[in-house]
T-cell receptor, first 116, second 111 residues
């Protein structure tokens, strides 16, 4: 499968636990984006990363949330000490680095996070 | 003013109808425009890019009006399978690799 791969598809955590969401971009894509979507709401941008660099984290909550995209391996979105309000669908997208900007983003299937 | 604004709908149309959605964007310096569709509880999927001269892909036609800062999507001969939420997407001119998504317009096609 050459598309954006996210895992797990579903993740259940109890309040206070940590959640780790993984995303492998499409082959050849060097830009990764994370979005959050609450039921019946639109996509909310969280963070934009390139390999080993956070480019824009303006949509990330200041506490408990972090993201990385290491030189090797998938991008990770990490949520510490989860609360009920973190329950949502988390989508990862990737795009090409063409140098011209504004490339379309291709999305993974998402991770549905449920907090008990 | 929101960066990207769409009428949330829903638009309820019969099969075979023609339906059009509009979207407005706030920053005149934006350069890249797209329409995505999202089915319930699924990921957004790229429907088509929007070019300055307008472009067509089968039953779908996209138009861009830079002067008025709006984008449109026209769907002809609607099918039941067109039922989805349509997302208008614009690039951020200050960070051209960052896309800004509208909240979407819901379309429901009925038999």
């Amino acid at each position: 499968n050459a598309g954006v791969m996210q895992n797990p598809r579903h993740l259940v955590r109890r309040r206070g636990q940590e959640a780790r969401l993984r995303c492998s971009p499409m082959k050849g894509h060097s830009h990764v984006y994370w979005y959050r979507q609450l039921p019946e709401e639109g996509l909310k941008f969280m963070v934009y990363l390139q390999k080993e660099n956070i480019i824009d984290e303006s949509g990330m909550p200041k506490e408990r949330f972090s993201a990385e995209f290491p030189k090797e391996g998938p991008s990770i979105l990490r949520i510490q000490q989860v609360v009920r309000g973190d329950s949502a669908a988390y989508f990862c997208a990737s795009s090409l680095n063409s140098g011209t900007g504004g490339q379309p983003q291709h999305f993974g299937d998402g991770t549905r996070l449920s907090i008990l | 003013r929101k960066e990207v604004e769409q009428d949330p709908g829903p638009f309820n149309v019969p099969e075979g109808a023609t339906v059009a959605f509009n979207c407005t964007y706030s920053n005149s310096a934006s350069q890249s425009f797209f329409w995505y569709r999202q089915d319930c509880r699924k990921e957004p999927k790229l429907l088509m890019s929007v070019y300055s001269s307008g472009n067509e892909d089968g039953r779908f036609t996209a138009q861009l009006n830079r002067a008025s800062q709006y984008i449109s999507l026209l769907i002809r001969d609607s099918k039941l399978s067109d039922s989805a939420t349509y997302l208008c997407v614009v690039n951020n001119p200050h960070n051209t690799d960052k896309l800004i998504f509208g909240t979407g317009t819901r379309l429901q096609v009925f038999p």
